[in-house]
């Protein structure tokens, strides 16, 4: 015999309460006491309550859903940033449904569309190969948050995109490097095809701050690069080894080219810091037990989370376009 629902009167009458400030804990609305709301989420965990979602949706036009699109969750940026979010919708009694996309436009434009999604209150999409008229385009009228960098380019304005300045945060990581006595600072991360935007911006940043400081441009420093992955940036990293390029300093345009630099660095008999000193970006949580250690950009995984969450929840009260968040230098 199947096992009745729990209602939230069952709830209410488990705790001693009325239904409304059970639903008022469940919803996140109203205003609940920190002890009666401890005894609500005590009985919602004993007595095994389940939403029901699609009367959710009929009472109150939404389901509470959400879709998080992202190119590959094999990339810790991702993974975490996935992690980051799903967390923060929780806190928020919201579910994330999480999809990899590969950055194919044929993936992002279904997801865009709602294919093979059940009914969602918004979509939060790192896209690679979306262009800003498949945005245009789009079936489905579900709330639209845009995230990193070629994101920002086909939000165009119209759009809501939420991220750092990249151009500032490798100025800054560039600039770290500088103090502490590097005056040839290589790159790697430079890519000459497909979605380059986050490459061409912290490639801005860098360029920026040599100029600052009176330093040159040297192309025979710039580690080319196809994708951002420890292959990678081991690859680059002995293709600058092997050229001949002299250098005291390299950035990395994330964390895991970095790590597959410092594998490179350590192969070829380089000391960090000693030798070379090493900066990535990202702040992955296997960059924070490297060794050696090296310094990096967080890009404010926690900050995007919670502004998307808000824009979702009204987003009729910000106007569209790029809504900045703060990044940090983590220095090791």
């Not at 490097?177 to 912290?202: F, H, N, P, W, Y």
Request: glycine content about 10%; hydrophobic content about 45%; some cysteine.
């Amino acid at each position: 015999m199947a096992r009745a629902r729990v209602t939230l009167a069952d709830i209410a009458a488990r705790v001693g309460v009325s239904p409304k400030t059970v639903s008022n804990v469940v919803n996140g609305t109203g205003w609940v006491g920190a002890e009666v709301r401890e005894k609500v989420l005590v009985a919602i965990d004993e007595l095994g309550y389940r939403p029901n979602l699609a009367a959710r949706q009929l009472r109150k036009g939404s389901s509470g859903v959400l879709a998080l699109a992202l190119p590959s969750l094999a990339e810790p940026y991702f993974a975490e940033l996935a992690a980051v979010f799903v967390d923060a919708a929780h806190d928020r009694n919201l579910t994330v449904l999480v999809s990899q996309t590969r950055g194919q436009r044929d993936r992002e434009i279904e997801a865009l569309d709602g294919i093979r999604l059940p009914a969602i209150d918004g979509l939060i999409m790192s896209p690679l190969g979306l262009e800003a008229e498949d945005v245009a385009e789009r079936r489905r009228d579900f709330s639209l948050v845009l995230v990193g960098e070629h994101g920002e380019r086909i939000a165009a304005g119209r759009e809501h995109h939420v991220g750092i300045d990249n151009v500032a945060a490798a100025a800054a990581a560039t600039a770290e490097l500088i103090a502490k006595g590097c005056r040839r600072i290589a790159t790697i991360g430079v890519q000459d095809e497909g979605a380059a935007e986050t490459s061409r911006d912290r490639f801005a940043g860098y360029a920026l701050a040599l100029r600052e400081a009176g330093l040159t441009l040297d192309e025979s420093l710039m580690g080319h690069v196809r994708t951002f992955n420890r292959a990678e940036g081991s690859r680059a990293a002995q293709h600058l080894i092997d050229s001949g390029a002299e250098f005291d300093g390299l950035l990395c345009f994330n964390d895991t080219l970095a790590i597959g630099a410092l594998y490179a660095l350590a192969v070829r008999g380089l000391r960090v810091p000693d030798e070379v000193r090493v900066m990535g970006f990202d702040d992955i949580a296997d960059g924070r037990f490297s060794t050696p250690a090296f310094s990096t950009i967080a890009p404010g995984r926690e900050a995007i989370a919670n502004r998307v969450l808000d824009i979702i929840a009204a987003p009729d009260a910000t106007e569209p376009g790029h809504h900045e968040v703060p990044f940090a230098l983590v220095i090791r």
